[in-house]
T-cell receptor
C-alpha cells in the first residue's frame, strides 16, 4: 500500500491564481480530511469527508473548496490564492467501524507559497 | 471547539535522558493520537490511545480519559527523537475531526 499520497510536494502561486492540491489513499478508508499547518502551530482542519459524495467544513474553510467523487480521492481547490494561504497542507484518512473512526494516517504534505 | 494544551512547549535533552510530555484536553474524547513531526515535516503516527497505556520500544503513552489528560514518555532519548510532538484529539460526537495541540519541540543533544 502506498498509504496517503499528495501532489505536488511544493508549489508557488501568485495572488489570485487558482490550483488544486491532490490527495489519494489506497486503504479504502471512509474518512478523509485536509489540514493546514502554519509556522509554530498545530494543524487546523479545513474540510473533511465521511464518504464519497459527502463533505463538510472544518475550522478554517474560507477560500477552499472540496469534492469527493470516489472513495480514493479528495482534492482541495484554492479558488483565488491569497498570501494568507501560504502554509503546509496535509491530507489524512482513517477507517471506521460503525459511527466510530479510528487512527488517522497523514500524507507527506504540500508546501504552498503565495506571493 | 475542544481545547488541547501541550506542555512543556520546548524541551532540551541530553542523549540518554528520559522525559515526559503532557497533553490536557477540555472535553470527553473518543480519539487521541500522538504524532512525531520529524525535521523534514513528515507526521509519524506514534500512538492511537483514547484510553489506557501502550508501549512501543522506548516510547510509551498513557491516557486517563476521565481526568482529560495524556502523557507521552520518552526513555533513553536519542538524537533521532528530535522534532515536534503533537497530541490530537477527537470529540466523542465526531471523533474523526481532530483538534491539535501546539506541540512540544524536543531537541536531543549528543
Amino acid at each position: 500500500n502506498a498509504g496517503v499520497t499528495q501532489t505536488p510536494k511544493f508549489q508557488v502561486l501568485k495572488t489570485g491564481q487558482s490550483m488544486t492540491l491532490q490527495c489519494a489513499q489506497d486503504m479504502n478508508h471512509e474518512y478523509m480530511s485536509w489540514y493546514r499547518q502554519d509556522p509554530g502551530m498545530g494543524l487546523r482542519l479545513i474540510h473533511y469527508s465521511v464518504g464519497a459524495g459527502i463533505t463538510d467544513q472544518g475550522e478554517v474553510p474560507n477560500g477552499y473548496n472540496v469534492s469527493r467523487s470516489t472513495t480514493e480521492d479528495f482534492p482541495l481547490r484554492l479558488l483565488s490564492a491569497a498570501p494568507s494561504q501560504t502554509s503546509v497542507y496535509f491530507c489524512a484518512s482513517s477507517y471506521s467501524i460503525g459511527p466510530t473512526s479510528y487512527e488517522q494516517y497523514f500524507g507527506p504534505g504540500t508546501r504552498l507559497t503565495v506571493t | 471547539g475542544i481545547q488541547v494544551e501541550q506542555s512543556p512547549p520546548d524541551l532540551i535533552l541530553q542523549e540518554g535522558a528520559n522525559s515526559t510530555l503532557r497533553c490536557n484536553f477540555s472535553d470527553s474524547v473518543n480519539n487521541l493520537q500522538w504524532f512525531h513531526q520529524n525535521p523534514w515535516g513528515q507526521l509519524i503516527n506514534l500512538f492511537y490511545i483514547p484510553s489506557g497505556t501502550k508501549q512501543n520500544g522506548r516510547l510509551s503513552a498513557t491516557t486517563v480519559a476521565t481526568e482529560r489528560y495524556s502523557l507521552l514518555y520518552i526513555s533513553s532519548s536519542q538524537t533521532t527523537d528530535s522534532g515536534v510532538y503533537f497530541c490530537a484529539v477527537g470529540k466523542r460526537s465526531n471523533d474523526y475531526k481532530l483538534s491539535f495541540g501546539a506541540g512540544t519541540t524536543v531537541t536531543v543533544r549528543a
